[in-house]
């Protein structure tokens, strides 16, 4: 008796609710498409799409922090770029990494700089430097592509590296470890959440928010760079619109994950369903041929009904006490 | 000086920098005053100035409208490819057309935000993308060309109004302007447009003081959509051609003019013809730079970039301090009176 309802407790809440449409999307899937259950297809179908959850771990703390990252998909194209034009000008793979690595701090850094210690709100600073990093991405390209990187490189993107798990999958395995234990085991992670309920209450507890902002822009701008670098492995050659638009898809998956847009609210376990419900939706919907605009509108329907679902059930549940209480 | 509204202080530092950087291009490039040029400049400006307007009245509520490029895309492709069927449409009913496509997309937003308490950056950002695969659907792969339109259209844009000495100003420009002339008075005189400054200030305090803020809201978006189907008519007529990415990234342009433009992004403030600066500025610095020999093309979306971080900022510091000459003033008045005795 006490289990059950403990069962069903968890069920209303937004990860139940979650839980409940991955299990549907995968067994429709299942039963649609047989070959959708197999090893392999699972990690195709993170591998196609690896450089957007990477990022969504770090934008799960950003939301959470009450902010929004809007140039995470151009760090990513920056630093794919900036790469391709290092190793075609001769710079060895190994350090041309490290350099876009910093490169993306240093992009993260531009962002938090205006968000944390300017105080320009993050939407306004992350979409000018949407379009402005994008910019760059294109001066370093112009209309060319860059192939031709060192074999070992490429392979990251693409062959076995634990078992029969490539780099990428295994380095978002890591970090979203480690993302959990940070956001819901620290204090850092705490302060984050503090902040996104109440910046000013956070101030005069103490807490140094503008330094908290700052780190988070920063780690955002890394972790997109090293998005981007995977990008670039996986596809073996980079071009100026490298993960243009991918900022869409981060986002919903976030959200999605119910994670409040006022912050606050979350959980890296909501977010990692809602990651597997989005892949899961676009590899079911690739294996039944639905073009890939369809499969975007379907993630921008979803979104949509992310916030307008809890909000039509909490207008019905407040007209009804409304109708009771007359 | 002293007595200068800051937003009238903030409207001539802009058109100080405009002029700026006109005279700075005209000593870079070659026959820079040019008819040429002007219309080069005035017709880009055409497209952008209408959504540019949307958008102001979208960001003085505290809202964003992040769709505003796919409206325009679906309207320049519907109405074309209508009028590429019914080429006896008369231009008036046409246009009518596109303002309802436009407003109809607007109003999904406006009741999803206003009705359905769904934040604005995740219900444009959602349709965004849903207007855009609807075109791609619609469309089925085909592309509108210029062949295919009534020729009153093809020839709009090279159509002259009228000509001040060696300027001459065309249809589609004046229709931009119009829409700009007529959304700037309303804005400055009727009670119903104000309403939109009240609900950006102050959300509560708007309600508290009977304004629908929610039908503001909704009433917003629909003239944002309304404005973006004006841009697609335009868009249409003036490039003839259209693929399934007409449109694509104006959302950000508009939101870049408008931000340079000096409406306050927090809601509340921001003037018609501070977006019109806005949207001349960007664009001069757009189709300046593709004539400049010394930077690549290529430069322009980092300038463009920089160029709203730069905005932003002088801004946010020309605000803040005006905050603080105000506060010391008020503290001067009641040292004056000999109330505020507490200040040393």
Same mark, same amino acid.
């Given at each position: 008796?006490?289990?059950?309802?403990?069962?069903?407790?968890?069920?209303?809440?937004?990860?139940?609710?979650?839980?409940?449409?991955?299990?549907?999307?995968?067994?429709?899937?299942?039963?649609?498409?047989?070959?959708?259950?197999?090893?392999?297809?699972?990690?195709?179908?993170?591998?196609?799409?690896?450089?957007?959850?990477?990022?969504?771990?770090?934008? &799960?703390?950003?939301?959470?922090?009450?902010?929004?990252?809007?140039?995470?998909?151009?760090?990513?194209?920056?630093?794919?770029?900036?790469?391709?034009?290092?190793?075609?000008?001769?710079?060895?793979?190994?350090?041309?990494?490290?350099?876009?690595?910093?490169?993306?701090?240093?992009?993260?850094?531009?962002?938090?700089?205006?968000?944390?210690?300017?105080?320009?709100?993050?939407?306004?600073?992350?979409?000018?430097?949407?379009?402005?990093?994008?910019?760059?991405?294109?001066?370093?390209?112009?209309?060319?592509?860059?192939?031709?990187?060192?074999?070992?490189?490429?392979?990251?993107?693409?062959?076995?590296?634990?078992?029969?798990?490539?780099?990428?999958?295994? &380095?978002?395995?890591?970090?979203?470890?480690?993302?959990?234990?940070?956001?819901?085991? &620290?204090?850092?992670?705490? &302060?984050?959440?503090?902040?996104?309920?109440?910046?000013?209450?956070?101030?005069?507890?103490?807490?140094?928010?503008?330094?908290?902002?700052?780190?988070?822009?920063?780690?955002?701008?890394?972790?997109?760079?090293?998005?981007?670098?995977?990008?670039?492995?996986?596809?073996?050659?980079?071009?100026?619109?490298?993960?243009?638009?991918?900022?869409?898809?981060?986002?919903?998956?976030?959200?999605?994950?119910?994670?409040?847009?006022?912050?606050?609210?979350?959980?890296?376990?909501?977010?990692?369903?809602?990651?597997?419900?989005?892949?899961?939706?676009?590899?079911?919907?690739?294996?039944?041929?639905?073009?890939?605009?369809?499969?975007?509108?379907?993630?921008?329907?979803?979104?949509?009904?992310?916030?307008?679902?809890?909000?039509?059930?909490?207008?019905?549940?407040?007209?009804?006490?409304?109708?009771?209480?007359? | 000086?002293?007595?200068?509204?800051?937003?009238?202080?903030?409207?001539?530092?802009?058109?100080?920098?405009?002029?700026?950087?006109?005279?700075?291009?005209?000593?870079?490039? @070659?026959? !820079?005053?040019?008819?040429?040029?002007?219309?080069?400049?005035?017709?880009?400006?055409?497209?952008?100035?209408?959504? /540019?307007?949307?958008?102001?009245?979208?960001?003085?509520?505290?809202?964003?409208?992040?769709?505003?490029?796919?409206?325009?895309?679906?309207? *320049? !492709?519907?109405?074309?490819?209508?009028?590429?069927?019914?080429?006896?449409?008369?231009?008036?009913?046409?246009?009518?057309?596109?303002?309802?496509?436009?407003?109809?997309?607007?109003?999904?937003?406006?009741?999803?935000?206003?009705?359905?308490?769904?934040?604005?950056?995740?219900?444009?950002?959602?349709?965004?993308?849903?207007?855009?695969?609807?075109?791609?659907?619609?469309?089925?792969?085909?592309?509108?060309?210029?062949?295919?339109?009534?020729?009153?259209?093809?020839?709009?844009?090279?159509?002259?109004?009228?000509?001040?000495?060696?300027?001459?100003?065309?249809?589609?420009?004046?229709?931009?302007?119009?829409? /700009? *002339?007529?959304?700037?008075?309303?804005?400055?005189?009727? =009670?119903?447009?104000?309403?939109? !400054?009240?609900?950006?200030?102050?959300?509560?305090? /708007?309600?508290?003081?009977?304004?629908?803020?929610? =039908?503001?809201?909704?009433?917003?978006?629909?003239?944002?959509?309304?404005?973006?189907?004006?841009?697609?008519?335009?868009?249409?007529?003036?490039?003839?051609?259209?693929?399934?990415?007409?449109?694509?990234?104006?959302?950000?342009?508009?939101?870049? *003019?408008?931000?340079?433009?000096?409406?306050?992004?927090?809601?509340?403030?921001?003037?018609?013809?501070?977006?019109?600066?806005?949207?001349?500025?960007? @664009?001069?610095?757009?189709?300046?730079?593709?004539?400049? /020999?010394?930077?690549?093309?290529?430069?322009?979306?980092?300038?463009?970039?920089?160029?709203?971080?730069?905005?932003?900022?002088?801004?946010?510091?020309?605000?803040?301090?005006?905050?603080?000459?105000?506060?010391?003033?008020?503290?001067?008045?009641? @040292?004056?009176?000999?109330?505020?005795?507490?200040?040393?």
């Amino acid at each position: 008796m006490n289990r059950s309802s403990s069962i069903l407790s968890k069920l209303g809440t937004w990860e139940g609710l979650l839980l409940l449409i991955l299990v549907v999307t995968i067994s429709v899937n299942a039963a649609i498409v047989p070959q959708f259950l197999t090893l392999q297809n699972q990690i195709n179908l993170f591998q196609l799409s690896v450089e957007k959850i990477i990022v969504a771990l770090a934008m &799960t703390f950003i939301i959470i922090n009450a902010e929004i990252d809007l140039s995470v998909a151009s760090v990513m194209g920056l630093a794919a770029c900036a790469f391709a034009v290092l190793v075609q000008a001769g710079v060895p793979a190994g350090l041309a990494i490290l350099l876009c690595l910093a490169l993306g701090a240093v992009a993260g850094g531009v962002n938090a700089f205006f968000i944390a210690y300017v105080g320009i709100p993050s939407l306004v600073v992350t979409l000018a430097m949407l379009i402005g990093f994008r910019g760059f991405a294109r001066v370093l390209l112009e209309d060319q592509g860059i192939s031709g990187f060192p074999d070992w490189f490429n392979a990251l993107g693409r062959d076995a590296f634990i078992g029969p798990f490539p780099l990428s999958i295994v &380095t978002f395995v890591v970090l979203f470890v480690l993302a959990a234990i940070v956001l819901h085991r &620290t204090g850092f992670g705490r &302060t984050v959440f503090v902040i996104g309920n109440n910046a000013e209450v956070a101030r005069f507890s103490g807490i140094n928010v503008p330094r908290v902002k700052a780190i988070l822009f920063i780690a955002s701008g890394v972790v997109s760079a090293l998005a981007g670098l995977f990008y670039a492995a996986r596809l073996a050659s980079v071009r100026g619109d490298a993960a243009n638009g991918f900022e869409l898809d981060i986002i919903t998956m976030v959200l999605l994950g119910g994670v409040s847009v006022f912050g606050g609210r979350g959980t890296i376990t909501g977010v990692l369903f809602s990651i597997l419900i989005v892949l899961n939706l676009r590899n079911g919907m690739a294996l039944m041929n639905i073009t890939g605009h369809i499969q975007t509108a379907v993630i921008g329907i979803l979104l949509i009904m992310s916030v307008l679902g809890p909000n039509l059930i909490e207008s019905a549940r407040s007209y009804k006490k409304s109708r009771a209480a007359a | 000086m002293k007595n200068l509204h800051p937003q009238t202080l903030r409207l001539i530092a802009l058109a100080i920098v405009l002029v700026g950087t006109v005279l700075f291009f005209s000593s870079q490039i @070659d026959n !820079y005053f040019t008819p040429r040029m002007l219309n080069r400049i005035a017709t880009s400006v055409a497209v952008i100035l209408p959504i /540019a307007i949307g958008q102001a009245m979208v960001v003085m509520t505290r809202n964003i409208d992040l769709s505003v490029g796919s409206i325009v895309g679906i309207v *320049a !492709y519907i109405v074309g490819d209508y009028l590429g069927t019914h080429a006896g449409l008369h231009p008036a009913l046409a246009l009518t057309m596109a303002l309802a496509l436009g407003a109809l997309c607007g109003s999904i937003n406006g009741l999803l935000v206003s009705y359905g308490r769904v934040p604005s950056i995740i219900v444009t950002l959602g349709t965004l993308a849903l207007f855009r695969t609807f075109l791609v659907e619609y469309s089925g792969a085909r592309t509108i060309t210029t062949t295919s339109l009534p020729t009153w259209l093809v020839d709009l844009p090279q159509q002259t109004l009228f000509s001040i000495g060696p300027i001459e100003f065309r249809t589609i420009v004046v229709m931009a302007l119009v829409a /700009a *002339a007529i959304f700037w008075m309303a804005l400055s005189r009727l =009670r119903m447009a104000r309403k939109i !400054y009240a609900v950006g200030s102050n959300p509560d305090a /708007a309600v508290i003081a009977g304004i629908n803020a929610p =039908r503001v809201v909704f009433a917003s978006f629909v003239l944002s959509g309304a404005l973006a189907g004006l841009a697609g008519f335009i868009f249409l007529a003036k490039f003839g051609n259209i693929t399934v990415v007409a449109g694509l990234g104006f959302e950000l342009k508009s939101v870049a *003019a408008v931000v340079v433009g000096g409406v306050n992004i927090f809601g509340g403030s921001g003037s018609i013809v501070g977006v019109l600066l806005g949207t001349v500025l960007v @664009d001069t610095i757009d189709n300046s730079l593709t004539r400049w /020999a010394v930077v690549s093309e290529f430069w322009r979306d980092a300038l463009l970039g920089m160029l709203i971080m730069t905005a932003v900022t002088a801004d946010t510091f020309m605000s803040r301090s005006f905050g603080r000459m105000k506060s010391k003033v008020a503290l001067e008045k009641t @040292d004056a009176n000999g109330v505020g005795a507490k200040k040393q």
